[in-house]
T-cell receptor, first 111, second 115 residues
Framework: QQPVQSPQAVILREGEDAVINCSSSKALYSVHWYRQKHGEAPVFLMILLKGGEQKGHDKISASFNEKKQQSSLYLTASQLSYSGTYFCGTEMTGTASKLTFGTGTRLQVTL | DADVTQTPRNRITKTGKRIMLECSQTKGHDRMYWYRQDPGLGLRLIYYSFDVKDINKGEISDGYSVSRQAQAKFSLSLESAIPNQTALYFC??????????????FGEGSRLTVL
């Protein structure tokens, strides 16, 4: 079952923060986050495993709330290079290594 | 050279034609996947394979078939292409062996247009 991402799109000025959410109705084992720039393939950002951990990658971090089956991606002090479409991919408990992706959040960072 | 290579990168074909998209990888990963991307719909899983003898249907396998010719090669076929199969197709690989995260490594994509 496809996870739900919100918002669908967001426009930021450079230096502003953003949060992208991903939620599932099914019990999750892990959540992946990917970024896809226009005309390119998706690129892995980070994975969060069941256990409610939070991870960081430069000024991009994410959390996973196992009880709510939700993950959030936090982009701090956004840069122009953060522009792109962000996808969460969820791996449900019992479906080892089969990722189901959300419909994506289009992020545009402007000057 | 790219670790995950897809051919062709672009293809225009007619309704009813048979089409094969090929994927090869040099990463040594056991797991390979075919995804389809349509605007507003995200990435949807067509087929996946955990090794040469293990092939599994994904969310949208109807109208598609696959072949895992070797650990490094995974092909997607459209036996009789139809216009609603016009999309961007991605091959991906992953490694879930000890110490690895299972992240997906994507090829550059194959854009297919069915007229």
């Amino acid at each position: 079952q496809q996870p739900v991402q919100s918002p669908q799109a967001v426009i930021l000025r450079e230096g502003e923060d953003a949060v992208i959410n991903c939620s599932s109705s099914k019990a999750l084992y892990s959540v992946h986050w990917y970024r896809q720039k226009h005309g390119e393939a998706p690129v892995f950002l980070m994975i969060l495993l069941k256990g409610g951990e939070q991870k960081g990658h430069d000024k991009i971090s994410a959390s996973f709330n196992e009880k709510k089956q939700q993950s959030s991606l936090y982009l701090t002090a956004s840069q122009l290079s953060y522009s792109g479409t962000y996808f969460c991919g969820t791996e449900m408990t019992g479906t080892a290594s089969k990722l189901t992706f959300g419909t994506g959040t289009r992020l545009q960072v402007t000057l | 050279d790219a670790d995950v290579t897809q051919t062709p990168r672009n293809r225009i074909t007619k309704t009813g034609k048979r089409i094969m998209l090929e994927c090869s990888q040099t990463k040594g990963h056991d797991r390979m996947y075919w995804y389809r991307q349509d605007p507003g719909l995200g990435l949807r899983l067509i087929y996946y394979s955990f090794d040469v003898k293990d092939i599994n249907k994904g969310e949208i396998s109807d109208g598609y078939s696959v072949s895992r010719q070797a650990q490094a090669k995974f092909s997607l076929s459209l036996e009789s292409a139809i216009p609603n199969q016009t999309a961007l197709y991605f091959c991906a690989t992953s490694d879930f062996s000890r110490g690895n995260t299972g992240e997906l490594f994507f090829g550059e994509g194959s854009r297919l247009t069915v007229l």
